[in-house]
């Protein structure tokens, strides 16, 4: 089974905090991904990734950026967090094509005070 | 644009009787890929069907799905729903170019002894 790890698992800052969050798959997955789920809204896609260095937009980009340092680690980063941003966030990674399943992590759950 | 539409809010059943989930979707692709995914209270998502083939039956663990081109519907279905079953279910297919894969809203779903 395919793994995909995510730290932390919560998270607590305030307004205007710098926040990253971490993902790292060893399943060898050409790309990775960040979601983000809501009541309501369900999972929205943030960035993805197909390789170290690469970086692609998502559907709800604002106020994050992130960064795939290596084949297996992905991270996200909010350099000026917003209580709108308080969120659960999900870690995915798949090999690649349209017809592959995403792995998920377990998620990290953010709270933005 | 690609978009998927689902079922909304929460869908309560008894134990033993049949469910059905709605999942339409827009694409300008003509080949489509649809997927369902659920999730289980404080567990990540993951796959439990997917289907590229028109009008070809997929099942797995009692559901099973039909992927309609004519209608654009991939409509998750159960003859008996069991207790376990209670989750969040996600219809999900690619989106626009590259490997991004865009989810609906969601249903939650509830069964009742």
């Known amino acids: 089974e395919a793994a995909v790890t995510q730290s932390p698992r919560n998270k607590v800052t305030v307004t205007g905090g710098n926040v990253t969050l971490s993902c790292r798959q060893t399943n060898s997955h050409n790309y990775m991904y960040w979601y983000r789920q809501d009541t309501g809204h369900g999972l929205r896609l943030i960035h993805y990734?197909?390789?170290?260095?690469?970086?692609q937009i998502g559907d709800v980009p604002d106020g994050y950026k992130a960064t795939r340092t290596t084949q297996e680690d992905f991270f996200l980063l909010l350099e000026l967090a917003s209580p709108s941003q308080t969120s659960l966030y999900f870690c995915a990674s798949s090999e690649g094509a349209r017809s592959e399943r995403l792995f998920f992590g377990h998620g990290t759950k953010l709270s933005v005070l | 644009g690609d978009s998927v539409t689902q079922t909304e809010g929460l869908v309560t059943l008894t134990e033993g009787l049949p469910v059905m989930l709605n999942c339409t979707y827009q694409t300008i692709y003509s080949n489509p890929f649809l997927f369902w995914y659920v999730q289980h209270l404080n567990e990540s998502p993951r796959l439990l069907l997917k289907s590229f083939t028109d009008n070809k039956r997929t099942e797995h663990q009692g559901f099973h799905a039909t992927l309609h081109k004519s209608s654009s519907s991939f409509h998750l279905q159960k003859s008996s729903a069991q207790l376990s079953d209670s989750a969040l279910y996600y219809c999900?297919?690619?989106?626009?170019?590259?490997?991004?894969?865009?989810f609906g809203i969601g249903t939650r779903v509830l069964v009742r002894p």
């Open positions: 999900a297919r690619p989106g626009g170019a590259g490997n991004k894969l865009t």
């Open positions: 990734s197909y390789g170290a260095g690469n970086l």
